[in-house]
C-alpha cells in the first residue's frame, strides 16, 4: 500500500490540471498529456464558462450540444476500455484509475448524486457498485471483473462526472483482461450511440427552445424525450 501511496505522490503535483490548478474544480488530474485542445473536460469546462456569459433565453439545442461531444470521441490506444461503459488506465503495477466512458458521460445530464461502494471494499463481477441519480431518476452499472476499491477521486457528489475518472482500483491483468470491452466492440458500442442521437433528432418535435408546457427552457435531453425513454437509452447503453 505505501508503494501506491508513493506512486500517487510522486506524479500528483505534475498531473494537475489547469482547470485544478486555478482552482476552478476541486480534483482533475490530466489524463491527455496536457494536449487542452483535443481534451474533452477542457471543451465541457469552456462550454460551461460561455454558457455562463451567455444571456438567458439564448437557443439550446441539446441533441446538437450532445452530438458535438460525441465526435470529439475517438478511441484511445492508452485506455482500458471495460464492459459496462466503464474505463481504466493503469497507474502502477496492479493499481488503476477507474471512469467512465465518455460515451455514456456523453448521455448523461442533470446529475445530482453518484454513491459509491466505501474504499477497501471488494467488489466481485457483476455486482453493483455505483448508483447514478438525476432528475430522470437512478441507473446502477456493475462491475466487469472482481477488483478492489482503493480510494475515491475527488467529491463526485459535489461534481459529478465532469472528471471521466472516479475511483482509484487494485485488481490483477488477468481480472481486467476479462472485463475488457475489445475495438470491435466499441465500435458496435459507438454507432449504436451515435444511432441513437439520429433517432432522437428524427423524433423530436418542432417545438422551438421551450418545453411543451410553454415557459421553461430545454436544457437537458431527458426534458426533451422524457424521463421514461431516457433510462431506456442509459440502460440499453449499459447492456
Known amino acids: 500500500m505505501s508503494n501506491i501511496k508513493e506512486c500517487k505522490c510522486n506524479s500528483y503535483e505534475m ?3 489547469i482547470w485544478m490548478t486555478s482552482q476552478v474544480v476541486e480534483y482533475k488530474l490530466c489524463d491527455n498529456k496536457f494536449d487542452c485542445e483535443k481534451c474533452l473536460f477542457d471543451q465541457v469546462m469552456r462550454n460551461l464558462v460561455d454558457e455562463k456569459d451567455t444571456p438567458a433565453g439564448g437557443t439550446t439545442d441539446v441533441v446538437s450540444s450532445i452530438s458535438e461531444k ?3 470521441i475517438k478511441y484511445d490506444n492508452s485506455i482500458i476500455y471495460l464492459k459496462n461503459n466503464l474505463i481504466a488506465r493503469e497507474i502502477c503495477p496492479r493499481t488503476f484509475y477507474l471512469g467512465m466512458n465518455p460515451i455514456l458521460n456523453c448521455f448523461l445530464d442533470a446529475v445530482n448524486s453518484v454513491v459509491i461502494h466505501e474504499s477497501g471494499k471488494n467488489i466481485f463481477t457483476n455486482e ?3 448508483n447514478i441519480s438525476g432528475d430522470w431518476g437512478t441507473v446502477s452499472l456493475s462491475a466487469p471483473m472482481n477488483f478492489l476499491i482503493y480510494d475515491k477521486v475527488g467529491e463526485p457528489c459535489d461534481i459529478p462526472f465532469r472528471s471521466n475518472w472516479f475511483a482509484i482500483i487494485g485488481g490483477v491483468h488477468k481480472e481486467i483482461s476479462g472485463g475488457r470491452l475489445h475495438r470491435g466492440e466499441w465500435d458496435k458500442l459507438h454507432g449504436k450511440a451515435l444511432t441513437i442521437l439520429e433517432e432522437i433528432k428524427s423524433d423530436a418535435p418542432k417545438v422551438g427552445d421551450t418545453m411543451m408546457d410553454g415557459g421553461s427552457s430545454i436544457k437537458f435531453l431527458h426534458q426533451l424525450i422524457g424521463s421514461e425513454r ?7 447503453l449499459n447492456s
Not at 230 to 236: D, E, G, R
Open 15 to 17: 498531473l494537475k490540471c
Open 70 to 72: 460525441f465526435r470529439s
Open 128 to 130: 453493483r457498485f455505483i
Open 230 to 236: 431516457y433510462l431506456n437509452i442509459i440502460n440499453s
